[in-house]
């Protein structure tokens, strides 16, 4: 047996082929050129045909990839191969011959031929086998077998017009590979149009979201233009934000519009356990298809709101009916969301900008107002009212510093002044660390115990003037995350402030005191010097006392006798009852005061002589000693209401001007002994010289007049 690309003498009679043969071949042209044959049907037709044209037993088309083929459109006695695949052999080979070559390839003796593939020799029990080259552009794209297991032999008729048919199925192959590229390039165009389109769509919105984003200056602005594009450009139903932090597990709805779920402000209790928690935890966007509820069928886009790679929120958009999300909405929804997140970083930092300089024109503020206040007793609520308009708190603690401790001077619970209550080294713990080591404190209390519940937030600065430490303030609060770093700032910045008005108010009143003390000194000499008589002069010494510390009621008493006892020669307001009053007993100065200091009374009525102590009011009285030469010869009595007594001003200001009380009150003594002696000697003088008889006075020595 031989092979050859040229038809042998003896592979058989031309004249046992079919005459019909060129009649096949033109009808299967015209059949192609009038049809539009699928590349399957055309490779099932063009094997029909071989097998029809070549009289074999079976036709099939061998597809090549690489060093692989496959069995495609069988015909005859190849149908049971149809997609199976077979390896070429190396040289020898026929299959690669027609490859390499171009050109068909056969032998009418496959055994013992050296050129076969066993692997479909024996498959098909194939004994002669006749390889066209399919050449499509140029390339082999496949080959046509034809095999005869018991008929006679391929002739070179059938080569030739077994070539032809292939060279036409070629040109029709191609033919409709062309119009396949061209179809995938519409294809591929129509996509890239609507790729486009959908990425001006997207550029579209994006651009008018980042516009609208850039002029919102708010959150609920914000939110509002965020809602309005959402509802416009991909006709969403409902819109939700959520402030959320993911460390401290809190969430607060910022934003809600449109349809959807009515319990959007219920949900949040419950959001960490709830798909929206989830989704903030992966920090990755998730879309939700297909839910139902009481407002009918919805669909959830959850857009976790990131800002270096941590969540600030979540934006939640509610589709209503069966909504799918395509690719390209779920890709805007994700660019839409970092604008949010963008924008909501942007207004929270305007926020905060807006923020600082409210409180830095509210610290001016309470810093002028500090400057301006020169009253001890009114320093402490200034404070107070300083700090909250800066840092607002619960409970603001004014403390100050003295030798025993720090004590608490002024409580206010929401800007209004508290009552006093003791204060335990417990609740001081933190204030007492402040004030020894001059450094401000925040501190939240985790622990609850029977003074702070667990959450409590503590901050305390030292009140301070140069290097010397005059107080604490503290502020609290029952939230942990009332107070941040920056408030700690603004505090230490007002207790140093509060130090410089402290010192102030301390220089201010000093001066104060001396003032007074020279005035009231001054007066009190002059109205000793103009008065004529005790009572008289008395009186308005009371009057000049009045002026600088007012009260309800004053009253002065002197000691003339040696015995100490008090007579009351001048009266005010509700002490005027003891106007002349002179009791018997033992009501001296000794009594009254029996130390030689000023004392307080709670009830004027323990000093009251018992003949008034039913008319003496009962209020609370500031009993004075006033000394002069070294010894006490009288009393000043201040009385005042028991819920408003006399402040420490006013009774340090008694104390100071009692001095010079006392000195006047002294004058007017003198002035009322000097003037009994020339009363006496006159109406000596007068009994004298009316007197008949000799009158001789004597002492131990004799005669003295």
């Given at each position: ?10 592979a ?11 009649a ?10 009038s ?8 490779l ?8 029809d ?8 088309v061998?597809?090549?990839?690489a060093?692989v083929?496959?069995?495609?459109a ?5 149908r ?8 070429i052999r ?6 690669r ?7 068909p390839?056969?032998t ?9 593939d ?13 390889v ?5 552009e ?13 008929r006679?032999?391929?002739s ?10 292939a060279?036409?199925?070629a040109l ?7 119009v396949?590229?061209a ?5 591929d165009?129509r996509h890239?149009?609507?790729d486009?389109a959908?990425?001006a ?7 008018r979201?980042?516009?609208l ?13 965020v809602a309005?594009i ?9 819109v ?5 932090n993911t ?10 519009w449109g349809?959807g ?11 960490w ?6 989704t903030?935890?992966?920090?990755l ?28 929120g979540?934006?939640a ?11 390209d909405?779920?890709?805007?929804l994700r ?15 305007l926020?905060e ?11 001016a ?8 206040v ?5 320093l402490?609520?200034t ?17 100050a510093a003295?030798?025993t ?5 002024l409580?206010?619970r929401?800007?209004?002044?508290a009552?006093h209550?003791p204060?335990?080294?417990l609740e001081?713990?933190v ?9 401000s404190?925040l ?29 604490v ?15 700690l ?6 207790a140093?402030q ?9 220089l201010?009143?000093v001066s ?7 005035e ?13 008589a ?12 009045d ?8 009253a002065?008493?002197?000691a003339r006798?040696?015995?100490g006892?008090?007579?009351?020669v ?5 002490l ?13 100065v ?5 130390d ?18 039913a ?17 006490v010869l009288?009393i ?9 007594p ?6 340090v ?9 006392a000195?006047?009150?002294?004058a ?18 007068t009994a004298l010289?009316?007197?008949d ?12 007049y």
């Amino acid at each position: 047996m031989t092979t050859s690309d040229a038809p042998r003498a003896d592979a058989g009679p031309d004249s046992e082929r079919p005459t019909g043969a060129p009649a096949v071949l033109t009808q299967f042209v015209r059949d192609l050129a009038s049809s539009t044959l699928t590349v399957r049907a055309l490779l099932e037709r063009l094997t029909t045909t071989a097998a029809d044209l070549a009289q074999a037993e079976g036709s099939c088309v061998l597809e090549l990839r690489a060093d692989v083929f496959t069995v495609v459109a069988p015909s005859g006695c190849t149908r049971p191969f149809d997609g199976r695949e077979f390896r070429i052999r190396e040289h020898p080979s026929l299959f690669r011959d027609a490859l390499i070559s171009r050109r068909p390839a056969w032998t009418n003796e496959l055994v013992p031929e050296p050129k076969s593939d066993d692997g479909i020799r024996l498959a098909l029990d194939a004994r002669q086998m006749a390889v066209v080259p399919i050449i499509v552009e140029g390339a082999v794209s496949g080959l046509l077998v034809c095999i005869n297991a018991l008929r006679g032999g391929f002739s070179g008729s059938d080569l030739e017009l077994l070539g032809h048919l292939a060279d036409h199925s070629a040109l029709v192959l191609q033919s409709q590979r062309l119009v396949q590229r061209a179809e995938l390039a519409a294809i591929d165009a129509r996509h890239r149009a609507e790729d486009a389109a959908q990425a001006a769509h997207r550029n579209a919105v994006l651009a008018r979201t980042a516009r609208l984003l850039a002029d919102a200056m708010t959150r609920q602005g914000v939110y509002g233009g965020v809602a309005r594009i959402l509802r416009e450009a991909l006709r969403a139903d409902g819109v939700s934000v959520y402030d959320a932090n993911t460390q401290v597990r809190t969430a607060r709805l910022e934003f809600h519009w449109g349809g959807g779920p009515a319990n959007a402000q219920s949900l949040v209790p419950t959001f960490w356990a709830s798909p929206f928690g989830r989704t903030l935890d992966r920090g990755l966007p998730d879309y939700i298809e297909g839910l139902s509820d009481d407002d009918g069928r919805h669909a959830l886009a959850l857009l976790p709101l990131m800002l270096e790679e941590r969540a600030q929120g979540l934006l939640a958009v509610r589709f209503g009916g069966d909504h799918r999300f395509s690719d390209d909405q779920r890709t805007l929804l994700r660019d839409i969301a970092t604008q949010v997140a963008l924008a909501f970083r942007n207004a929270v930092n305007l926020a905060e900008l807006e923020r600082r300089a409210q409180r830095l024109a509210a610290l001016a503020r309470a810093q002028q107002q500090l400057t301006h206040v020169i009253s001890e007793e009114a320093l402490p609520q200034t404070i107070a009212d300083a700090v909250r308009g800066v840092i607002p708190s619960a409970i603001c603690d004014v403390l100050a510093a003295a030798a025993t401790g720090l004590t608490r001077v002024l409580t206010t619970r929401d800007g209004v002044p508290a009552p006093h209550s003791p204060v335990t080294a417990l609740e001081l713990e933190v204030a007492n660390l402040t004030l020894a080591s001059g450094v401000s404190r925040l501190v939240v209390h985790t622990d609850a115990n029977r003074y702070w519940s667990a959450g409590t937030s503590e901050l305390c600065a030292v009140v301070r003037f140069g290097t010397r430490s005059t107080g604490v303030l503290r502020l609290l609060s029952p939230d942990a995350d009332a107070f941040d770093l920056q408030d700690l700032d603004l505090l230490t910045i007002l207790a140093r402030q509060a130090g410089t008005a402290v010192e102030t108010s301390r220089l201010f009143t000093v001066s104060d005191f001396q003032r007074q003390r020279a005035e009231g000194a001054a007066e009190l000499a002059r109205v000793a010097l103009q008065a004529h008589a005790l009572a008289e002069g008395a009186t308005e010494l009371l009057r000049v006392l009045d002026k600088f510390v007012p009260s309800i009621g004053k009253a002065v008493g002197v000691a003339r006798g040696r015995d100490g006892v008090i007579e009351y020669v001048a009266a005010s307001g509700t002490l005027d009852v003891l106007r002349g009053h002179r009791p018997g007993g033992d009501r001296g100065v000794a009594a009254i005061a029996p130390d030689g200091l000023p004392r307080e009374l709670g009830s004027l009525r323990e000093v009251a002589p018992a003949a008034l102590a039913a008319t003496v009011p009962d209020e609370w009285g500031f009993v004075v000693p006033l000394t002069a030469r070294d010894r006490v010869l009288g009393i000043l009595v201040v009385s005042a209401p028991r819920r408003a007594p006399l402040s420490r001003r006013d009774r340090v200001t008694l104390e100071r001007l009692s001095t010079s009380l006392a000195l006047a009150l002294d004058a007017l003594l003198l002035d009322e002994e000097e003037r009994l002696s020339r009363e006496r000697e006159h109406l000596l003088a007068t009994a004298l010289t009316t007197i008949d008889h000799p009158i001789f006075i004597l002492d131990r020595v004799g005669v003295r007049y």
